[in-house]
């Protein structure tokens, strides 16, 4: 199956500044697995975000040797302060923000091996914050396709399974 032009656009994004473009691992409903030098990654569009949007938000699992990661560019620029909070299944994680970027660095709750470990068992997730005008916002993704793209591009870096 090609990969969707907009899905390996979204993978350029986050690719790390280097000579060649990420390469395209597999496409699994919509999520995309890359490689980029010695870091996979998983990504996928959101598929709905409430109210109008500033950005293009994208989720990302990021898979390089050490440890996973998970990052979401948000549609909207966060008000500094205000709490994100990523809803994934039944389970809630509090995410650190800044600007229009979220990440699962919160170790109380498991950090990212949790979140990628709810990803694997959930159909969506969501996450919402308040924008700098203190509007709420939401950003939801679907999480079918998102287990096989996270194991293919740890399979395409070479890294440990999952246990």
């Given at each position: ?9 979204v993978a350029?994004?986050?690719?790390t500044p280097a000579l060649?473009?990420?390469?395209a691992i597999?496409v ?9 030098g010695?870091r996979c990654?998983?990504i996928?569009e959101a598929v709905?975000s409430?109210?109008?949007t500033e950005?293009e938000?994208?989720?990302s ?5 050490g440890?996973p990661?998970?990052?979401?560019r ?7 302060g205000?709490a994100?909070?990523?809803d994934v299944?039944e389970?809630?994680f ?5 600007g229009?970027?979220?990440?699962s660095r919160d ?16 159909d969506?997730?969501?996450?919402g914050?308040r924008?700098?005008?203190?509007r709420f916002?939401?950003?939801s993704?679907?999480l ?10 740890i399979?395409a870096?070479?890294?440990?399974p999952r246990?």
């Amino acid at each position: 199956m090609p990969i969707p032009k907009r899905l390996f656009a979204v993978a350029v994004l986050i690719a790390t500044p280097a000579l060649a473009a990420p390469a395209a691992i597999s496409v699994h409903d919509g999520w995309g697995a890359f490689r980029d030098g010695q870091r996979c990654y998983a990504i996928s569009e959101a598929v709905s975000s409430s109210g109008k949007t500033e950005l293009e938000p994208f989720a990302s699992v990021s898979l390089a040797p050490g440890a996973p990661a998970v990052q979401l560019r948000l549609s909207r620029v966060v008000r500094t302060g205000s709490a994100v909070t990523l809803d994934v299944g039944e389970r809630r994680f509090r995410l650190s923000a800044e600007g229009a970027t979220a990440t699962s660095r919160d170790v109380t709750t498991g950090g990212s091996a949790a979140v990628i470990a709810a990803m694997r068992a959930s159909d969506t997730m969501t996450v919402g914050g308040r924008d700098r005008r203190n509007r709420f916002f939401r950003d939801s993704y679907s999480l079918i396709g998102a287990p096989t793209a996270i194991d293919s591009a740890i399979i395409a870096c070479g890294l440990s399974p999952r246990k």
